[in-house]
Nanobody
Framework: QAQLVESGGGSVQAGGSLRLSCAATRVTYSRKRIAWFRQAPGKERQGVASLHTGGGVTLYGDSVQGRFIISRDDAKNTVYLQMNNVKPEDTGMYYC????????????????WGQGTQVTVSS
C-alpha cells in the first residue's frame, strides 16, 4: 500500500524557518503533481504549494508566495517544503498529497495523503 510520511514539524517563533519532508513508499513521484496542504482548527484544508514532477512547475498559495519553497529529491523519493519568515497564521497541520485527480492544484483531490505534521508558530 502506498504511503506518504511527513516529518519536520514543530514549534517556531514568528520570523523563523522550518523544513518539512514528505517521504513516499510504494508510490513514485514520477510524472505526478505533489502538493502541501495545511489545515487549521475549524478551517478547511488549504493548498499551500504544488510541484509537478513532469515539468517541474511550482505553484504557491497567495499567503505563502515568496516565503515558502517546494522542492524534491528524486533519489530519496522525497518532497520538501521550506518555510521561511513564518507567521502565526501559518500554524496548522501540514499534509502532503500526491497524484492529483482534479484540475485545480489547491483542491484536496489527490489519491494519496500523509498523516500530517503539526506546525505551531508563536508571535
Amino acid at each position: 500500500q502506498a504511503q506518504l510520511v511527513e516529518s519536520g514539524g514543530g514549534s517556531v517563533q514568528a520570523g523563523g524557518s522550518l523544513r518539512l519532508s514528505c517521504a513516499a513508499t510504494r508510490v513514485t513521484y514520477s510524472r505526478k503533481r505533489i502538493a502541501w496542504f495545511r489545515q487549521a482548527p475549524g478551517k478547511e484544508r488549504q493548498g499551500v504549494a504544488s510541484l509537478h514532477t513532469g515539468g517541474g512547475v511550482t505553484l504557491y498559495g497567495d499567503s505563502v508566495q515568496g516565503r515558502f519553497i517546494i522542492s524534491r529529491d528524486d533519489a530519496k523519493n522525497t518532497v520538501y517544503l521550506q518555510m521561511n519568515n513564518v507567521k502565526p497564521e501559518d500554524t496548522g497541520m501540514y499534509y502532503c498529497a500526491a497524484d492529483q485527480r482534479g484540475d485545480d492544484w489547491w483542491q484536496p483531490t489527490y489519491n494519496y495523503w500523509g498523516q500530517g505534521t503539526q506546525v505551531t508558530v508563536s508571535s
